[in-house]
């Protein structure tokens, strides 16, 4: 199948083959042509798959489609609300708008917290077609009403699980309140817990449920491997490795904001250029960690789970867990980043002896015994004691 067969506009299919797309991925061939017909969806997709054209395009479309009766004269409103969980997912998934939709004339903002409010309050007075926003700060708005959501036509909760583990529940919620009943819905999520099922059970009117293949099943491009290491000598394998391998673009997960700034710093240290995102960093400093390390220049990104969460990096070859989740899920979120739209990748897991409970927990989930290899002058002691986890917040 190709784009040009799901019914989108001259428009969007230009925007979509000067980016370099051919033919549309499993999500995309089954999202478009649902949301088109203006039904909701609950699609089980993760970071990845193209989730994100899956549903900018059709919306679009819709959007810009003379047939369907839009608001008539004046500054339209804002007509497509995209709830996203992170600053850096709604500024990527906004691009994406801005891209596809370049040859429409079709305005976009992204409303993010981290930044000052007042530049958003004066965008806000200009036309707004799709909004790309993370809850809080809409909320903020809400608050000192500059904005309006009362003709909101589609609703997008985009990484609907990471905003349900990041507490914005109870947001979304009163979100919801301020939209017009009569609204086409869309829901995406990696992961389906109850918590999901009861939100999308009281948002969505019949919906189509579309789930493509997990990762973690299909992940043929992917390969695993575990280097069983002591837990004081990780920094010194990880350095080993990337030197060793020359890799370049290696996302790097930690557990812990603090342990990310350390791993980050050591690296640096020993000549592999790093940066650590988390919650606690600026969004400019985020912002310039992140296109450092698209570009190229920067060769490590150490980040946390929530920090990582839908970072768009093409072809993005090396994933490493320096620790192993606490959550089996966590894996394949971090392992989504790699080998992503076909690209191979390669998903390398520093454990040690306090982290084998995790590691069979991940394999379960995978149903992959994932193989182990050993590096010579790392070799674990074998009389080591397993001690309890430190945790240090999620972020
Ligand atoms: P997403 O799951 O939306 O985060 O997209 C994952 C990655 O796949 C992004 O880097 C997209 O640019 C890329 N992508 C999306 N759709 C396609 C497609 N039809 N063909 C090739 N790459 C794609």
Redesign the pocket.
């Known amino acids: 199948m190709n784009?040009s067969d799901l019914g989108l506009s001259d428009a969007i299919l230009r925007a979509?083959s000067e980016?370099?797309?051919?033919?549309?991925?499993p999500?995309?061939k089954q999202a478009i042509p649902a949301v088109l017909s203006g039904i909701d969806l609950l699609a089980g997709?993760?970071?990845?798959?193209?989730?994100?054209?899956?549903f900018v395009l059709p919306i679009l479309h819709r959007l810009s489609d003379k047939t369907i009766k839009g608001p008539s004269e004046g500054r339209p409103p804002i007509r497509a609300l995209i709830l996203v969980p992170t600053r850096e997912l709604a500024a990527?998934v906004e691009e994406?708008v801005r891209e596809y939709g370049k040859y429409l004339k079709l305005a976009s903002m992204t409303m993010i917290g981290g930044v000052n409010i007042n530049p958003q309050i004066t965008r806000l007075r200009s036309r707004v077609d799709i909004l790309v926003a993370t809850p809080g700060r809409l909320l903020d708005h809400v608050g000192q009403k500059t904005i309006d959501l009362s003709r909101i036509e589609i609703l997008v909760l985009d990484e609907a699980d990471r905003m349900l583990d990041m507490g914005f529940i109870r947001d979304i919620r009163k979100i919801l309140t301020l939209l017009p009943k009569t609204r086409q819905n869309l829901l995406f999520s990696a992961t389906f817990s109850d918590e999901i099922r009861s939100l999308a059970a009281g948002l969505l009117k019949n919906p189509e449920t579309i789930e493509v293949a997990r990762r973690n099943t299909t992940a043929e491009t992917i390969t695993h491997k575990v280097h069983p290491v002591d837990r004081d000598r990780k920094r010194q394998l990880l350095a080993h490795l990337v030197k060793e391998h020359n890799w370049h673009q290696v996302l790097v997960f930690t557990r812990t904001k603090h342990g990310a700034n350390h791993l980050a710093e050591y690296l640096a240290k020993n000549g592999i250029p790093s940066l650590a995102i988390h919650g606690n960093k600026s969004q400019s400093a985020r912002t310039r960690a992140l296109s450092e390390f698209k570009e190229g220049s920067l060769q490590v990104l150490v980040a946390t789970d929530i920090a990582a969460r839908?970072i768009?990096?093409?072809?993005l070859p090396h994933v490493v867990n320096f620790e192993l989740p606490n959550v089996p899920e966590d894996y394949v979120h971090r392992i989504?980043r790699t080998g992503?739209?076909?690209q191979s990748g390669e998903a390398v897991s520093l454990v040690c002896v306090d982290e084998l409970k995790l590691l069979s927990n991940i394999e379960k989930l995978l149903k992959l015994k994932i193989p182990q290899e050993v590096i010579r002058g790392f070799e674990p002691d074998r009389n080591a004691k397993p001690e309890p986890i430190r945790m240090g917040g999620r972020r």
Not at 19 to 25: A, I, K, M
Not at 312 to 315: G, H, L, N, Q, W
């Open positions: 784009f979509v980016r370099g797309y051919t033919d549309p991925t999500i995309q997709a993760q970071t990845g798959t193209g989730k994100t054209a899956g990527q994406s839908g768009d990096i093409s072809e989504g992503r739209a076909g």
